[in-house]
């Protein structure tokens, strides 16, 4: 394909998508009638509901229906495969780093993201202080994971050997012996969240200094004049109202944390016990052709994001009964 | 032409090709463009075989990315100037689970490049997108392959995927230069080298050093250790039943062979030169772990013939030089002599005349000189007898071939090639990981055992 | 440290900022102990240092890269271009090409599911028809769905459909993978929105196209600007949907795609990763600096304020 191809595709391609859209909204806008409110509607989520039909639900589905087949998909097996993943060591080593992972991971990354966007609120270099948080985020969890790998090399403690990794030369400035930081279970699980943690940090700090920016000058004008400051300020009027937008991050970050994959792949390959449940769906699947167990570790994906919709749920009521 | 001839040209030769060539371009054989009319000329003898494969695309999809990929893309530019047929590469790190994808999802390769024979054997029984090797490349098989080699390539009898590339594994790395400089010598029994190994230890050195790091694939050098080891302790018989899981995977036999790689690798004052202490064999990616050997932090790095490709640019790899190869010693001198190897084979997912006839090309002694030809930094070798000793430049390729073709030799596939996916690219590796970080013999070959499939 | 202290925020980076003397601001005045500000201090140079060890790893030569660390480099200064020179012009395919089809795959994959993403959460957030609420729900916990999932009922389908191995497969997949986020991001922030003025204007007979034209989308410009930076630093970084739909021929693979097998069947080739990193980031980084101003107002919240 020449250059001049490519970008005729892709014009083509928008101008589609804008006719399409374009026609959509004016069918809509001419609806009139009893019914006239629900066919805008229709008109409105239709689209992206087709998608996420097509694109998610339909291969969920699947899966969910392999999970209880055997490796080809062929035989019934009943709840075989769910037997497996609550009964065999290592896949319950899985889930307990699955675990490990998103209790850690929204938390820290979020205090950390909170702390930082407060502590550079309003300073005369805050948007360069912020971009160096941020910057993590524009580099793919590929390349971060290498970035990482860099810091924990190890290169044993001898003569005219020295350390090319970060993490073990500080050792060594201490005095202590050179760590297998990937080596060393389970603190190599802890390794790995660090890796997340410094990629999501800056994305809980962009949306958390917006709101924290957001408070309307009334209530913090108010309080200062009640004498309120410091970190009672924090406590009392900074953080409750950011509460909607601490708990977006939070859940953004946690589903994220649950698909956490390229950063196991790329930095152990789920070896020395570091395996989550998205990377073993994916060794189980297209590595071991196991496409029942693979199937069943995803659903316990889609189980374990419950409580966190629930929460959500009742959050978003809360908001509405106001 | 001969490939031969082109490699060294002499003025009449150059002179020759060159008048040649341009007669070529002048016949329309000359360029690169698929589309164009399949020329006649004199070179293009040995395909007329394949008939007229004008305009015909063959996709082709192989694990083998840059620069490696270099030589095989230019490798098939005969096969696509004299048929016309065009051949479209795409190689990719993530090959493995992207082929499964697209197999599934219906949009297979014509043709790929397996790296282990058990993923042709799932392949074939999972999906039955595999479709046999055609009559024309079973016929290569048999003139130019191995019993060992076509055995690989076949699943249940049927010859599915000829063989591509070989590699000998049962080699140990040394740097003839230390060696000489501390007046060691070769061992040619497995006692000599522990001889050696015990004096180097004397002497304050560490004789070992070993890296199985490899991503997901961590711990796959310890396979091929282990597989040796059998190989040596227990004959090939009982290496046979042990890879068809006739004997268990924790057998007494495989724990003896297993506590004879510990008495190398998990021993402390042997290992690991230059790199740590036993459990740094298990981050040291394989890639790093024998270049100690040219500083002299180590002496001995048992790895196959493809570590060649590790070296820094500039080192000299041969019988005098920083580095080379000697064979894995028996442990039995009277024993005959058995060698590990590994290879990729081609399977193709289409029957269509233009792609079987790109297997037969692959399959061929056309084929291999000409990948040789295109390789000369060297590094790779093939199982076809109809290689050409003289295409090949480096001195380690030259002697991987002479092991492969020397008939007093017995040959075994890399068992953990052979193994079902779940042992052979799954457990296998994470045991021997373990095994390599603390775990018992006995532990770690009982976990493969069980993970097993029924 | 004095350049976190004082100035209570007066400085406006973007055109929508609050006021400045914020709860935060106000907060942080309390705070600025030289304990908060070293606080600050030490998570910028915590986070920014792996970054610039790598940087500098990038122009150290080979030899050097594996056998010393990078902070050798202040004792020892040694800098080389040929890591770069390897990484845009080694091998055989041109590098701009790869780079042309990342543009090409990000443009359409950010534009999709935005626009889709907005009237979605409009209709999720201010119209009432049935199961409205039961189907945002299903939405957002559709976020679940890991990638891997999909790989092979949607190529399925793609093959189906004939349209393997073009750029309109990445487009798609990228567009559905990023809706249910999408979506539940914009919804939160459309609520943030007052009532009254959606309801004002309804009062006054505008339908609901109209509201979210002239209405909605200027006041979510913020949100949607700062989303698509989102979006489009996502993919843009992608690997595996690029992988797996593009078939990774130099016709529609991106960047990210070629960079991956730079480090070539050996992996520990840090200089050449380091190198292909810095090249695949200068894009997003760009768009992130430039994109950052509409981080001030955010994801969440409409402009009404200002």
């Given amino acids: 394909m020449t250059l001049f191809e490519k970008f005729g595709q892709l014009l083509v391609a928008v101008a589609i998508f804008a006719a399409v859209m374009g026609v959509v909204l004016f069918v809509a806008d001419r609806a009139r009638g009893r019914r006239a409110d629900l066919w805008q509607s229709i008109a409105f989520v239709a689209p992206a509901i087709l998608l996420l039909l097509v694109g998610l639900i339909y291969p969920a589905l699947r899966t969910a229906y392999q999970s209880f087949f055997d490796a080809t998909s062929v035989g019934f097996v009943g709840v075989e495969n769910y037997m497996k993943i609550f009964t065999q060591p290592e896949l319950l080593l899985v889930l307990r780093n699955t675990f490990v992972w998103v209790i850690l991971t929204p938390i820290v990354a979020t205090a950390i993201g909170l702390i930082y966007a407060v502590l550079v609120d309003g300073s005369r270099v805050e ?196 | 032409m001969s490939a031969v001839t082109l490699r060294r040209p002499s003025r009449t030769t150059t002179l020759l090709s060159a008048t040649l060539g341009l007669s070529l371009v002048l016949a329309g054989c000359g360029g690169s463009d698929a589309g164009q009319q399949a020329a006649k000329g004199p070179e293009c003898e040995a395909y007329t075989q394949y008939g007229d494969l004008s305009g015909k695309r063959i996709t082709l999809y192989t694990s083998i990315v840059s620069p490696e990929d270099q030589s095989h893309i230019d490798s098939y530019k005969a096969f696509e ?327 007093a030799n017995t040959f075994r596939f890399d068992g953990s090639d052979l193994m079902p996916a779940a042992v052979g690219s799954a457990s296998f590796w994470t045991g021997m990981t373990d095994w390599i970080t603390g775990k018992s013999t006995e532990e770690s070959l009982t976990f493969i055992e069980q993970s097993w499939p029924k | 440290m004095t350049v976190l202290d004082k100035d209570t925020g007066t400085k406006t980076p973007g055109p929508d900022i609050a006021p400045a003397s914020s709860a935060a601001a106000a907060a942080k005045r309390r705070l600025s102990s030289p304990w908060a500000s070293f606080a600050a201090i030490v998570i910028a140079v915590l986070w920014t240092i792996p970054t610039f060890g790598l940087l500098l790893s990038s122009f150290r030569p080979e030899s050097d890269v594996k056998r010393t660390g990078w902070w050798t480099i202040f004792s020892s200064p040694t800098f080389t271009l040929e890591n770069y020179g390897e990484v845009l012009f080694g091998g055989s395919a041109n590098l701009s090409s790869y780079f042309v089809n990342s543009l090409i795959i990000t443009i359409p994959s950010v534009l999709i599911p935005i626009v889709l993403a907005t009237l979605a959460a409009y209709s999720f957030a201010w119209m009432k028809f049935p199961f409205r609420d039961t189907l945002f729900v299903a939405v957002f916990a559709l976020q679940i769905v890991p990638l891997q999932v999909t790989l092979i009922p949607l190529l399925e389908l793609y093959v189906g459909g004939g349209l393997n191995g073009t750029f309109w497969t990445v487009w798609i997949s990228h567009s559905i993978f990023a809706l249910p986020l999408a979506i539940y991001l914009l919804h939160n922030s459309m609520r943030e929105i007052p009532a009254e003025l959606v309801e004002a204007a309804r009062v006054d007979g505008a339908g609901h196209v109209r509201i979210f034209t002239r209405i909605m989308l200027p006041l979510m410009k913020p949100a949607i600007a700062a989303f698509s930076v989102f979006q489009f630093l996502w993919v843009w970084n992608d690997l595996l949907v690029a992988l797996t739909f593009s078939g990774g021929t130099q016709d529609v693979a991106p960047l990210t795609v070629r960079v991956a097998e730079l480090s070539g069947t050996r992996g520990t080739d840090w200089h050449l990763l380091a190198a292909g990193a810095f090249v695949s980031i200068v894009v997003p980084l760009t768009v992130f600096l430039f994109g950052q101003r509409y981080f001030v107002r955010g994801l969440l919240a409409g402009s009404v304020k200002g």
């Fill in chain 2, 81 to 407: 100037n004299c048929t016309g047929a065009q051949v479209v590469y795409e190689g990719s790190k993530e090959f493995e689970t992207q082929l499964v994808v697209r197999i599934r999802s219906g949009a297979p390769p014509d043709v790929a490049y397996i790296p282990q024979p058990g993923l042709l054997g799932t392949l074939v029984r999972d999906t039955d997108a595999v479709k046999p090797a055609p009559q024309q490349v079973a016929a290569n098989v048999d003139q130019y392959f191995s019993e060992t080699y076509k055995s690989a390539g076949s699943v249940d009898g049927t010859l599915y995927a000829a063989p591509l590339g070989a590699n000998v594994k049962s080699f140990v790395w040394y740097s003839p230069q230390k060696f000489t400089e501390k007046g060691y010598t070769v061992p040619t029994t497995w006692d000599e080298m522990v001889a050696l190994s015990d004096k180097i230890v004397a002497e304050g050195g560490k004789p070992w050093c070993a890296g199985i790091g490899s991503g997901e694939a961590t711990g796959w050098p310890l396979t091929d250790f282990l597989e040796d080891a059998m190989l040596r302790e227990n004959g090939p018989e009982v290496y046979d039943q042990w890879v068809n899981h006739e004997i268990p995977f924790n057998a007494p036999q495989v724990s003896a062979a297993l506590d004879r790689v510990g008495s190398v690798l998990k021993n402390p004052a042997y290992v690991n030169g230059g790199l740590g202490e036993v459990s740094s064999i298990a981050t040291t990616t394989f890639q790093d772990g024998g270049l100690p050997i040219l500083d002299g932090n180590c002496f001995m790095h048992r790895q196959a013939n493809f570590y060649a490709a590790n070296w820094p640019e500039g080192t000299d790899v041969s019988e005098n030089g920083a580095a080379y190869a000697f064979e894995l010693p028996p442990i039995d001198p009277a024993a005959p002599k058995t060698i590990l190897v590994g290879g990729e084979f081609v399977a193709a997912f289409s029957d269509r005349p233009e792609v079987q006839a790109f297997q037969a090309y692959l399959s061929s002694a056309e084929w291999a000189n000409e990948k040789a030809k295109f390789t000369p930094e060297g590094g790779w070798i093939s199982a076809n007898t109809g290689l050409d000793e003289a295409n090949l430049v480096s001195p380690i390729d030259k002697l991987s071939v002479e092991v492969l073709q020397d008939e």
């Fill in chain 1, 127 to 322: 948007a360069f202080a912020k971009s160096l948080v941020f910057l993590p985020m524009a580099i793919s969890f590929v390349g971060a994971s290498i970035i990482w790998k860099f810091i924990y090399e190890y290169r044993p403690d001898q003569q005219g050997i020295q350390q090319i990794g970060l993490a073990n030369q500080f050792l060594v400035w201490l005095g202590i012996e050179p760590v297998q930081f990937l080596l060393l279970t389970p603190w190599n699980t802890l390794f790995l969240i660090i890796v997340m943690i410094w990629i999501q940090a800056g994305f809980a700090m962009t949306i958390l200094s917006a709101a924290i920016k957001a408070i309307p000058d009334d209530i913090t004008e108010a309080a200062n004049l009640d004498g309120v400051g410091g970190l009672r300020m924090f406590w009392y009027i900074t953080l409750p109202s950011i509460r909607p937008a601490l708990i977006v991050v939070v859940t953004t970050i946690s589903i994220g944390v649950l698909k956490v994959f390229d950063i196991v792949r790329t930095m152990t390959g789920g070896q020395y016990q570091t395996s989550v449940v998205a990377n073993e769906f994916y060794t189980q699947s297209f590595r071991l052709f196991d496409f029942g167990t693979g199937a069943a570790l995803a659903m316990v994906l889609f189980v374990l994001v419950v409580p966190i919709v629930i929460y959500n749920v009742r959050q978003m009521r809360k908001v509405d009964a106001r």
